[in-house]
């Protein structure tokens, strides 16, 4: 005997483990009626999908229920229906499909195992295309025809399930007359039209579950939906979500279209011109339509009216094909919160930008902020990357979607409103900056903003410096173009404590020369002085010591014409520094003793302890080893009063140097692998490296530990050649190859030439003349005649500099002339 209606309801609803008033609530009914119905009572057909529905039922189980359900409301015998035609409705194949074949087998697949499959993705991705394209393909299994119907209006607003059932029932020959009231009892006699029945269903566009629900076949038949929602909701669907064609598939749709020949003739303009299009296949096809239109163009002719950002999307309608039309249509569906974030999030100059971002632009709550952006992710305009280095969950646009952000920007933000945002953005980047800095203890550049409130704490901060790196070289020349010039200002120097850190001294000098431009600008004298200092920081880093030397000259001048001590004193500082490294001993000395004691006098003792440092370097470059230890001790000193571990780490490798000038190499290298360490404590591996090349100097001094030292170089090379850091990486090339030289690898005057090139180029005559006395020995080994000449050139140099080191290669020449 078939189980009735109320042992099915409560079979499956224990199944479920689902108490009556948990499956009334899920269902929309009540629980006095789930009660009802279980103890026998007839239920209504909107009644019984409702229930079935909510139990998660599908194929012959959810139609066992439906029959169980609804057999009170059937005729006893009903005739056979006359045939009907099939329908077949599908609009046409494209011609020109490429590309996802993983896609597409994945979705034939579960078609023929009558699944519903949802395709998602953003506008213009391809997802009718594909939907349509599939659908042919495996109409062979589908005998009793195809169904189609668009889910959304002219307009862009959804259609009533209801109404989109109408045209459904009609198309399977259901008069108009015989069409039932509701949406549920239309639902129920479509369910009832499809039993048996082996047909596809299309439905394009959907905009909710809520919409699609009604129309989902069982049995025999099959679906595809498409929405830019992935609508994982959906009991038993398989998800297919789309994202850009790869490149290559991107050229080959852009030849179908524009012509294989032609697209073949330009491949380099034909690979970029995809770029510019991102992939997106209506807009590779709406430029390949252009192009076909006009044969008179070459692909690069395109690829130059594409160029300009402002006038792209223009550039991208052909026909009655244009990228703008989709995205308005997204955009004018967006509630106003999320809409005007989509508009401010455009305009800003990053790529990718972390959560936090939106509600700082719309100056709303944090939850609030969230559930905007969570709104720009369901409807496809947005896209998750997923957490970024630090943890923070992270987002990005598509390239097309961001230039139509943009107009939205122009057209529904005035300027004033946009820099209000953007300062509260970019305030958002500076707290956090500011907090990473102190985390990491770097902040050294010294910014005057410590009245400010503390920004969120940043556990990871070189991970989060990592991951806003390109915000934060985008955000300062924005914001000078927007006016906040002390946003720029302070941006630069928080980038700075970083860039430093981790040796972006390109970034450096990029941000220290956009803020310098709007401080100037801005009449801002003060800032003016402390980003010409940043700047001259970042070019002594880079090896441009002439540029450099000029640059904080002008700092320090300028510092003093506006009474800034504080300003000239740390500007004092970084000259000092250059000065030695170009080997202007004596104005290097006098350069940092007075920067010492300025930095002294304004309360900066970590900045106090490195100038100190450098004054120890400068000294045993002089000759007076003895002065030099004391001065690296006293540095010590103060480093160590104040706590700041990369203060201790950087004058223990100074000290580290001195000792090893002192004739200690076991102390030096004691010293340098305590340096090491502690560089490697706050996270700054090119201070650790730089401490390890000192270590591998030392153990060089030891014939037996020569093998150690050559590992410790390569180690260290490697380093410095990952990070970019030439200077580094031509100092330890010339390290390498003293020792090289000294073990008779012939390989060793080759290293020596190119730390030599570099050292010339950006001359730094000091190191040009230890390494013409390295290429010297090197000549004496192997018996060439080039010794004296190396040797008199490096003479000569250690002349100009007053350099001791002048005395000894003296006597080397007069011995080879003897």
Not at 144 to 153: I, T
Not at 453 to 459: C, I, N, S, T
Request: proline share 6%; net charge neutral.
């Amino acid at each position: 005997m078939p189980a009735t209606f109320a042992d099915l309801l409560r079979r499956y609803r224990l199944a479920g483990r689902l108490t009556q008033e948990a499956l009334a609530d899920r269902a929309g009914v009540s629980a006095r009626s789930v009660r009802e119905l279980e103890h026998g009572r007839t239920p209504r057909p909107s009644s019984v999908e409702r229930l079935a529905a909510a139990l998660d039922l599908t194929g012959g189980v959810r139609d066992e229920f439906v029959r169980a359900g609804t057999a009170r409301y059937r005729p006893r015998r009903t005739p056979a229906p006359p045939a009907v035609p099939a329908p077949h409705q599908l609009p046409a194949d494209l011609p020109d499909f490429v590309g996802r074949t993983g896609e597409l087998a994945e979705i034939e697949a579960a078609l023929r195992d009558a699944r519903v499959v949802v395709v998602s993705g953003p506008p213009g991705v391809g997802k009718t295309a594909l939907a349509v394209h599939v659908g042919n393909r495996v109409a062979d299994a589908f005998p009793d025809g195809q169904l189609f119907a668009v889910l959304r209006d002219p307009a862009g607003d959804p259609v009533d399930p209801a109404d989109v059932l109408a045209d459904l029932l009609r198309d399977l020959d259901v008069d108009g007359s015989a069409l039932p009231a509701g949406l549920d009892a239309r639902a129920t006699l479509f369910r009832s039209r499809l039993a048996g029945r082996r047909i596809l269903i299309l439905l394009d566009d959907a905009v909710s579950h809520t919409q699609v629900v009604p129309m989902l076949p069982a049995g025999a038949a099959a679906a595809v939906v498409t929405s830019r929602l992935p609508l994982t909701g959906l009991p038993g669907v398989a998800a297919v979500d789309l994202g850009p064609l790869a490149g290559p598939v991107a050229v080959d749709l852009l030849g179908r279209v524009a012509g294989a020949a032609r697209v073949a003739a330009e491949p380099a303009a034909a690979a970029a011109l995809v770029e510019v299009c991102g992939g997106l296949p209506l807009a590779v096809r709406v430029a390949g339509a252009k192009l076909a239109a006009r044969p008179q163009w070459t692909l690069g002719i395109l690829n130059e009216r594409l160029a300009d950002e402002r006038g792209r999307l223009d550039e991208l309608r052909h026909g009655d094909l244009a990228v703008r039309t989709g995205l308005r249509f997204v955009w004018r569906g967006l509630g106003a919160p999320a809409g005007r974030a989509f508009a401010l999030l455009g305009a800003l100059p990053v790529r990718s930008f972390p959560e936090w971002t939106v509600a700082a632009l719309l100056d709303c709550a944090p939850s609030a902020g969230t559930a905007a952006l969570e709104e720009l992710v369901d409807s496809r305009l947005v896209d998750p990357t997923g957490p970024d280095q630090a943890g923070q969950p992270r987002y990005r646009f598509h390239d097309v979607s961001r230039l139509f952000a943009r107009e939205c920007r122009e057209s529904t933000v005035d300027g004033p409103q946009w820099t209000t945002a953007l300062a509260r953005a970019a305030g958002g980047w500076l707290t956090r900056a500011r907090s990473a800095s102190a985390a990491l203890h770097c902040e050294h550049f010294h910014l005057d903003d410590h009245h400010e409130p503390a920004g969120p704490e940043v556990p990871r901060p070189v991970a989060w410096f990592e991951a806003e790196r390109e915000a934060l070289v985008a955000l300062v020349p924005a914001c000078v173009d927007a006016g906040l010039t002390d946003h720029a200002r302070r941006l630069a120097g928080r980038g700075a404590d970083f860039f430093e850190f981790c040796a972006y001294y390109d970034d450096w000098r990029r941000v220290s020369e956009a803020a310098l431009a709007g401080c100037r600008s801005a009449g801002d004298r003060t800032g003016t002085a402390a980003m010409l200092r940043s700047l001259g920081a970042a070019l002594v880093e880079l090896g441009d010591l002439d540029r450099a030397m000029s640059t904080l000259r002008q700092a320090k001048d300028l510092a003093t014409e506006v009474s800034d001590r504080r300003e000239g004193a740390l500007a004092g500082k970084d000259l000092g520094f250059a000065l030695g490294l170009a080997g202007r001993l004596p104005d290097a000395e006098a350069e940092l003793r007075a920067a010492a004691d300025g930095l002294a006098d304004v309360g900066l003792p970590a900045n106090r302890a490195i100038a100190l440092s450098s004054l120890g370097f400068v000294r045993r470059e002089r000759g007076d080893v003895a002065a030099a230890v004391r001065t690296l001790r006293s540095a010590s000193t103060v480093a160590r009063g104040c706590g700041d571990l990369f203060a201790q780490a950087y004058v223990g490798r100074g000290l580290a140097g001195v000792f090893l000038a002192d004739g200690r190499p076991g102390e030096a290298e004691r010293t340098a692998a305590r340096a090491a360490a502690l560089f490697d404590r706050v996270g700054d591996a090119i201070g650790a490296a730089q401490s390890r090349r000192v270590r591998g100097e030392a153990l060089a001094r030891e014939p037996a530990r020569s093998a150690e030292a050559r590992q410790v170089f390569t180690d260290v090379i490697d380093v410095f050649r990952r990070r970019g850091y030439d200077w580094g990486l031509a100092l330890c090339e010339l390290c390498l190859g003293e020792v090289e030289v000294r073990e008779g690898v012939r390989e060793a005057p080759a290293r020596l030439h190119r730390a030599l090139r570099y050292w010339t180029r950006e001359n730094v005559p000091a190191l040009q003349a230890r390494t013409l006395v390295a290429l010297a020995d090197a000549a004496e080994r192997d018996g060439a005649p080039d010794a004296r000449r190396f040797l008199r050139r490096a003479h000569r140099l250690y002349v100009e500099l007053s350099m001791p080191a002048a005395d000894a290669v003296a006597a080397r020449l007069a011995a080879l002339s003897g």
